[in-house]
């Protein structure tokens, strides 16, 4: 366990991810007061990433939950794993000399061998852990308040089986880009911290730890362009992952210099919609470099 912030960002950056003071203190806060942390902010700003990299700083396990429109409990929490049921029934019958016990029979098809466990069930399980329940603003109402529950009891009943408690509260990231806004009732329960875009020094920073043989040059040319594109009125504003694209598929063409040349070429690493590159071209790419 981190002693404070610092000590927390440096073990971060030992992974390869570089915080800035106030991501580390919420994380740090998280951990030392067992709640929940809500990270919400643009695409692309690092929020996955940072659960990722406290699993790998933590050494602890990393659990993953995808959030998307129609996720309901149970495809979040646990399902019974009805075929192995069904051979266990067939082999059982199989077996019968004529004396079965019908209730012992139905009692040993919901026991934890039968059970799947979800990602919401692994992590109370598999405590201490991180679990990660990424972009929460895809599900529903419903599920927000079924979240709310499991978050903060941590621990589950499973009708047929039992109850399932955390010995140790999972450490509980949840990201957010804000494509609608989460009900206060589960923002309450968690820490809250606004996800920024990196400032230039850090961005640059980013870069040249994620893509060592990338010349301080070009980095600070890629970074700075992307920070002008990330000022025009894009659809898809650029993240930290276009930025890293883009870096790399310069040095795939052993491009030393960002010019206008080498971004026309490849600026397919950085914009993903052609209306947003049909802009910058109006705008025109001197400007998009200019210093």
């Not at 029979?105 to 109370?124: C, G, I, M, Y």
Request: charge should be negative; glycine fraction near 6%; proline fraction near 5%.
């Amino acid at each position: 366990m981190p002693e404070g912030p610092e000590q927390l960002a440096k073990a971060l950056e030992g992974t390869g991810y570089l915080p800035d003071d106030g991501i580390a203190t919420a994380a740090f806060l998280a951990l030392r007061m067992h709640r929940p942390l809500f990270c919400e902010g643009e695409p692309g700003t690092g929020k996955t990433a940072l659960a990722q990299a406290l699993a790998q700083a933590l050494d602890v396990p990393l659990v993953r939950l995808q959030c998307h429109e129609g996720i309901d409990a149970g495809q979040a929490l646990y399902d019974w794993d009805f075929p192995r049921q069904l051979l266990h029934l067939r082999t059982v019958e199989a077996a019968n000399t004529g004396d079965l016990d019908v209730e012992a029979v139905e009692a040993s098809l919901f026991t934890r061998r039968f059970l799947l466990a979800r990602p919401l069930l692994q992590a109370l399980e598999d405590a201490p852990c991180v679990l990660l329940v990424d972009e929460v603003d895809r599900a529903d109402d419903e599920f927000e308040a079924f979240l709310l529950e499991v978050l903060s009891e941590h621990a589950v009943t499973v009708p047929e089986f039992g109850e399932v408690r955390a010995t140790v509260p999972p450490l509980t990231v949840l990201t957010s880009n804000r494509t609608r806004e989460v009900h206060d009732a589960l923002k309450r329960r968690c820490l809250y911290h606004w996800v920024e875009h990196p400032d230039l020094a850090r961005e640059v920073a980013i870069l040249r730890r994620r893509l060592p043989e990338l010349t301080e040059v070009l980095a600070r040319q890629v970074a700075g362009a992307v920070r002008r594109l990330r000022e025009m009125e894009l659809l898809k504003p650029p993240g930290v992952a276009e930025s890293l694209d883009w870096a790399e598929a310069l040095l795939a063409l052993d491009r030393t210099v960002l010019d206008a040349e080498a971004a026309a070429r490849t600026l397919g690493a950085v914009l993903k919609y052609r209306e947003d590159a049909d802009r910058v071209g109006t705008a025109g790419l001197d400007s998009l470099l200019a210093s």
